[in-house]
């Protein structure tokens, strides 16, 4: 089975459990690009890229004119289409796809956000060369996704536990490498914000029903980490941690030199 079809298929059977998951159904950077819309008074058209069970999407929904929730997994699409339609969310539509080839034409989003999902993309650079072909020149990104450590000790081990925990996971992309990324596709960027989020363990691996004897493995990594690296991340006697999370805005790298240069 190919990335993309695994993706598909892991994800697709775990819409329901995302959509009432805590982590993803809450935080504070929901909140934040809900202000962030308000102040757009309506005018966007936005472009959710790898939705999942459309946290984003819902937030941003009331101050869009239109917000394309677009997956890979079909059955998330059914799920954000479904919750749309009971909250009277009228501006959302779906689309399926992968992020790294966009069905839309040039210059035709405002904004493109992201929230929980590069990090298993199987060509992230693919995918910020497509959200800037589809924004306008004035387009706007705001990506929100698990970070790597820059610690390599640190990183090795959040890596393992996530492709344990989920063999459909690639990485969790440093702000170095995000920031290094956007550049090479036109994008003057930088983070906004950083935080962390607790994991409850049993939740976590319940989610995306993982296989008893990678829970073992995951249980087995944690109790014999270094001591630094279950005091970094928080580990717990349960296994329950917490995971790093940055926030990054970006746009045209060409507006914004020229919007410098205006202000000289």
Not at 141 to 154: C, E, K, S, Y
Not at 172 to 195: I, K
Request: with cysteine; net charge negative; aromatic share 8%.
């Amino acid at each position: 089975m190919k990335h993309h079809d695994h993706v598909a298929h892991t994800f697709g059977a775990s819409a329901t459990a995302y959509l009432t998951s805590e982590v993803h159904a809450t935080g504070e950077d929901l909140a934040h690009l809900a202000s962030t819309f308000a102040a757009t008074r309506g005018h966007a058209r936005v472009l959710d890229m790898g939705c999942g069970a459309g946290h984003a999407s819902f937030a941003v929904a009331p101050h869009a004119r239109e917000v394309v929730a677009y997956d890979i997994a079909v059955p998330m699409l059914d799920t954000v289409a479904r919750v749309a339609r009971e909250r009277g969310l009228t501006t959302i539509r779906t689309q399926q796809g992968a992020a790294e080839s966009l069905p839309f034409a040039d210059a035709s989003f405002d904004w493109a956000i992201s929230r929980m999902s590069a990090h298993h993309w199987r060509n992230v650079p693919a995918a910020l060369a497509e959200a800037r072909r589809v924004l306008t020149p004035e387009g706007r990104l705001t990506f929100i996704d698990v970070a790597g450590v820059d610690d390599p000790l640190f990183d090795t081990h959040i890596q393992a536990i996530e492709l344990l925990r989920d063999s459909s996971h690639i990485r969790d992309y440093r702000a170095s490498e995000w920031l290094h990324m956007l550049e090479a596709a036109g994008f003057s960027s930088h983070v906004t914000r950083r935080g962390r989020i607790a994991i409850d363990f049993d939740t976590w691996v319940a989610r995306m029903r993982t296989p008893p004897d990678r829970v073992t493995a995951i249980r087995s990594l944690w109790t014999n980490a270094p001591d630094e690296v279950r005091h970094y991340f928080g580990v717990q006697p349960d296994g329950s941690f917490e995971l790093d999370v940055l926030m990054i805005d970006a746009a045209s790298a060409r507006v914004t030199k020229e919007d410098t240069s205006h202000a000289h």
